[in-house]
């Protein structure tokens, strides 16, 4: 009697047929041939193939999970693994993905402090939140922080050769008003200085663009040079600032240039109620202010 192993496959030989080849060839006993090496053989190999790609498979997630903790150790973040029997069942993804609302709390502590203090005591979170509003309104973006009423400009005896520009501001300057003033006027003197503001060459500008334009460059050789001389710091009282200017040659278009870029600051970033070009005095400068005075300051151009 022949005993079949249940994993046998139907495409394996008959045993009757091993048995009889058997007796007459080799003489064995039936039953030390029974065993059907070829099917055992097969079946264990299968078993060992699903056991690599669960291996592998398991490896790879290993990878992915190691993969994601470094990540979040290098942007300096934490990661805790929970001890709860029913959260340790749940995916390493879903664990990842549910400290993103943590992470602007760590970075953070003052405004969580604010948060979890608003039902205990609201008031005193109102005033944190003042307080840190106070302490950061210079990191707040606006998109304008200048007058929408246009700069008004004047004239009063003014000479290009030795004369102040006066600035009148609706409110005293910030420090980096003062700056942004400065870097405006510091640039527009070093085109001036460079002859980079000539009205007697103007070749493209009163040129059309319907065609290729052409620059003649020995006309631009042969124009008389303006220079901008010299200038002095820009000296400010509240919200009154003048400045100095020896522009030399008669040349318009350094005003213009001038104030077009006052206008854009006026309307953009500092509100600039009026300028004017000459004059000795204006409004209520006090000529016998030192910088040392409250509200006196001379800045460097």
């Known amino acids: 009697m022949l005993i079949l192993q249940p994993c046998s ?7 009757t047929l091993s048995y009889q080849l058997s007796c007459h060839r080799f003489s064995f006993p039936p039953v030390s041939i029974v065993a059907f090496p070829k099917q055992n053989h097969y079946v264990r190999t299968g078993v ?15 990878q992915s999970v190691n993969t994601e903790i470094e990540e979040e150790q290098e942007n300096g973040e934490d990661y805790y693994d929970d001890d709860g029997d029913g959260e340790n069942e749940l995916s390493s993804h879903s664990r990842f993905t549910g400290r ?7 970075r953070d502590p003052e405004f969580a402090e604010i948060l979890g203090s608003c039902l205990d005591d609201p008031q005193k979170a109102q005033t944190k939140m003042e307080e840190r509003l106070k302490k950061k309104r210079n990191k707040v973006l606006h998109t304008k922080t200048g007058s929408a009423i246009p700069m008004k400009v004047t004239f009063n005896k003014f000479g290009f050769s030795n004369s102040y520009i006066w600035f009148e501001f609706y409110n005293a300057p910030l420090e980096k008003d003062v700056s942004l003033i400065c870097d405006a006027i510091r640039s527009w003197h070093i085109i001036g200085r460079l002859g980079g503001c000539n009205s007697m060459n103007m070749q493209l500008s009163q040129s059309t663009f319907s065609k290729r334009p052409n620059y003649d460059a020995i006309q631009g050789a042969n ?9 002095g710091d820009l000296e400010i009282q509240d919200n009154l600032a003048r400045i100095w200017v020896d522009i030399g040659t ?7 240039v001038l104030i077009n870029a006052l206008t854009q600051i006026s309307s953009d970033y500092v509100g600039i109620k009026q300028i004017m070009f000459g004059g000795s005095e204006f409004e209520s ?6 910088s040392e005075d409250a509200g006196c300051s001379i800045h460097k151009i």
């Open 223 to 231: 124009v008389t040079p303006t220079t901008f001389y010299n200038i």
């Open 100 to 106: 993103k609302e943590e992470r602007d709390y760590d």
């Open 9 to 15: 496959s139907s495409l394996c030989p008959q045993p």
């Open 250 to 256: 008669t040349e318009p278009l350094l005003l213009d």
């Open 285 to 290: 400068w006090k000529e016998n202010w030192a």
């Open 48 to 62: 060992s193939l699903v056991g690599a790609k669960l291996n592998r498979a398991q490896r790879r997630s290993n």
